[in-house]
């Protein structure tokens, strides 16, 4: 099948408060055009520099969301278009991201990557640092910057009892602390567990390689 029916036969299957972002790292621009003239104006990236050269070629009505892990000292190249920055996991690089948000102006949206996957190689907080961050005294001064929800990653299982224990943990979190942080958004589902996610409560999925296809890089 090809992209285009790829995404709209997904969008087809979607619940209506679920929102889709299409991970389009890696792949080239003619590639994320096919997905964006079948209506689709919502794209992930995971590295920096990959995802500016996409937007300065690239109608300027998309949508970039960062899902991957940021390095502070790269956020000023995306500071002046990105739309959710998905994994961020200090204060220190919430900071950066206020002041570089500061500079355009604009306020940026933000999820705190929840670290739920038992396997060690996974970026993000534990519940207890991210309640820190929270109610961190210098965070809650940060005006460039809006924390909307959560993000988190299963571990790469198809151990279905497992993929639904760590999504429901992190949505029972999400639950358990959205009236105090206005939470509105929570991450989670890639391609090989959105069905999982979505039905654990996930706000928002993360897929990739079943709208473009593997990928080889
Ligand atoms: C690559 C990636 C995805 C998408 O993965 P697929 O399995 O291709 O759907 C989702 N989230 C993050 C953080 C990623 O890096």
Known sequence: MSISENITNLK???PNHVCLVAVSKT?????????YNAGH?????????EMVDKWEQMPKDIEWHMIGHVQTNKVKYMAE??????????????????????????????????KIA???SKFGMTEADALALLNNASVKEFENVNIVGLMGMATFTENEAQLVSEFSRLKNFFDT??????F??????????Y????????TMIRVGSSIFGERYQ
């Open 41 to 49: 104006r919502i794209f992930g990236e995971n590295k920096i520099q």
């Open 177 to 182: 602390h959205k009236t105090a942080f206005s």
């Open 184 to 193: 509105k958004t929570l991450s989670m589902g890639m391609s090989g567990d």
């Open 195 to 202: 069905k999982i996610a979505i039905a654990q409560g996930s």
């Open 118 to 120: 038992k396997e060690d």
């Open 81 to 114: 278009f990105v739309s959710l920055i998905h994994a961020v996991d200090s204060v220190k690089l919430l900071k950066e991201i206020n002041k570089q948000a500061k500079k355009h102006e604009r306020v940026i949206d933000c999820l705190l990557q929840i």
């Open 27 to 35: 792949k080239p621009i003619p590639n994320i055009m096919e997905a």
């Open 12 to 14: 087809k299957e979607l």
